[in-house]
């Protein structure tokens, strides 16, 4: 049997490891536009500030070899043809396949004007990452402008702050990582960021990125022009799809995918940041572009190839922020028909309910028993009975005496 995956991001890479786990026989080819072994972007920031090389090559720099499967770095996948089971890479090779895996991922996703002048840096690969730090090293970065407060603009934000630069960070919304985070957490979030020594301007919308043939400032919506040493597009990702335009392959903004993980095209699986997957509590389906999304739907994908019917439980609206110097958890919804909170000197936790069930939580500071939220709201369980109590960082299954609660919280099943 003979796999392709295209992308050797945390989807792709888990999907190989799980076959070569139950196949020693399995052929594998891993095909990736990037230089690098597989890593993990979110230990981008800590690589550049720490010089550890093992939480970046989370699989070790020698993954391909350890799991015996075929790498190609540096191609890209220009078409797929599901009818012939191929894919053709941009040098025009072909290669066939049993089983293919679109884990391509996301780019960067910046509907701004002026984005396609030269010199606009992003953080969204570790090619761009090292541009922006070699830069920065070789002392041509003294200020950098980021436009964009979601978790990737306030990452870079905070790295480039502890390499000695003065950063900007514009955000469209009135409060950081609104995707994330409810303003109250947020201003938690933001508290710490400017501490360590960020500008944050928040509710200002960025018109345009301006220059000539090369980027020169950022353009604000009342016609202010900021100037800084380096500009950065931070506002957002869009799945890698490109090339599948002549697939016949089912896509909006991602690929669609079923329960198992299967697109509408036999024998082709997504997995990651390119899948728009259904999410676990409402059922919608969307792009979860988050680290433990993509690794659960690469371990699903390679079940379902190796022919262990596997159902994807959903994706999951999960995250923890842990650069801030403030630890952050953010699960589910935002919103409900009840909101607790329990604040303390810096720390704040809140819980939303609809209908008695947990929907969403946000911790700061003080995060223990996020995991305890997690399951109570995966099973649905109806928590009025607890009170207030359920907010306090002591709730948990011993606090409030519950019968050992042991929800099945794993991101798949497998079908007998
Ligand atoms: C700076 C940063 C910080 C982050 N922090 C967090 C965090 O704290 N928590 C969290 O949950 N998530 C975080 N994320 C998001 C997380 O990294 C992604 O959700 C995850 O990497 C998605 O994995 P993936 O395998 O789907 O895709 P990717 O990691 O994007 O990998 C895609 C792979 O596909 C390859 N590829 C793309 N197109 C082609 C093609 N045409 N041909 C061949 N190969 C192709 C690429 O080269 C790459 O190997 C962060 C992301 C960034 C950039």
Request: proline residues 5%; charged residues 25%.
């Amino acid at each position: 049997m003979k796999t392709v995956i295209i992308g050797t991001g945390p989807a792709g890479i888990t999907a190989a490891e799980t076959i070569r786990r139950h196949d020693a026989d399995a052929e594998l080819v891993l095909l990736t536009t990037e230089p690098w072994a597989p890593y993990s972007p979110p230990a981008m920031a800590d690589h550049f500030l720490t010089g550890r090389r093992e939480p970046l090559f989370w699989k070790g720099e020698d993954a391909a070899q350890r799991l015996g499967a075929t790498e190609l770095r540096g191609v890209r996948v220009t078409d797929v043809t599901p009818a012939a089971h191929e894919v053709t890479l941009s040098d025009g090779r072909r290669l066939g396949y049993d089983s293919l895996v679109l884990a391509s991922g996301s780019r960067l996703h910046a509907p701004l004007p002026g984005i396609d002048l030269t010199g606009i840096h992003d953080f969204k690969s570790l090619d761009a990452a090292e541009r922006i730090v070699e830069q920065v090293r070789a002392g041509d970065v003294r200020s950098a402008v980021i436009v964009g407060c979601g978790f990737i603009g306030v990452e870079l934000a905070l790295l480039l702050a502890d390499l000695g630069v003065r950063v900007t960070v514009l955000g469209r919304r009135g409060w950081v990582m609104p995707r994330m985070l409810d303003p109250d957490t947020a201003a938690v979030a933001e508290a710490a960021i400017r501490e360590r020594g960020v500008e944050l301007r928040l509710g200002v919308p960025v018109s345009a990125f301006v220059g000539d043939a090369t980027v020169e400032g950022v353009e604000l919506a009342d016609g202010t022009v900021l100037r800084a040493d380096a500009y950065v597009a931070a506002t957002g990702v869009k799945p890698h799809v490109e090339y599948l335009g002549a697939s016949g392959i089912g896509m909006d903004w991602g690929v669609h995918v079923d329960d198992r993980l299967r697109t509408d095209a036999p024998d082709v699986y997504a997995a990651g940041d390119v899948a728009e997957a259904a999410d676990r509590m409402t059922g919608e389906r969307f792009v979860h572009a988050i680290f433990p999304n993509a690794v659960a739907q690469g371990e699903v994908v390679a079940r379902n190839i190796l022919g262990i019917d596997t159902v994807y439980a959903g994706a999951e609206s999960m995250n923890s922020l842990k650069h801030l110097g403030i630890p952050i958890v953010s699960i589910g919804a935002m919103s409900g028909d009840d909101v607790l909170r329990w604040q303390h000197g810096r720390a704040l936790r809140t819980v939303w309910l609809t209908d008695g069930r947990i929907v969403g939580c946000r911790l700061a500071g003080e995060i223990a028993g996020a995991g305890f939220y997690r399951a109570l709201m995966l099973r649905g369980d109806d928590v009025r009975q607890h009170g207030r109590r359920l907010v306090e960082p002591s709730f948990g299954p011993a606090a409030v005496a519950l019968p050992a609660v042991l929800p099945r919280t794993s991101s798949w099943s497998h079908v007998a």
